[in-house]
């Protein structure tokens, strides 16, 4: 089954959502969560930053960090954002990312 624009919206949507939610709902850092036009932007107390994108021409959610720029593609099989260079799955990076960058360890299985 190909992914339709409709469903990768509300995918992203939902990825975003419950990335807003596990951040704001974070006793454990200071973080700053701001989600606008459909860029939800995540900055840590020392000012690194983690952007998310979406790019509904190519159906990629796209993360920039201060490692890097990354693209996901939705694996349905895996209900899952895979990065198209290492296959490392969002939730995964973004943990990471944000313990490197904050100290914080967050689960994000959700997303």
Known sequence: M???E???HDLVDATQEN???I????????VDVENSAGILTVTF?????LI????APLLQLWLAAPDGGFHFDYDEKRSAWKCDKSDELLSEMVQRLTKKHSGAELEFEEI
């Open 2 to 4: 190909s992914l339709t």
């Open 6 to 8: 409709a469903r990768f």
């Open 19 to 21: 990335l807003e939610d």
């Open 23 to 30: 951040f704001d709902d974070c006793d454990d850092m200071d």
């Open 45 to 49: 107390e020392n000012g690194k930053s």
């Open 52 to 55: 998310f994108s979406r790019q």
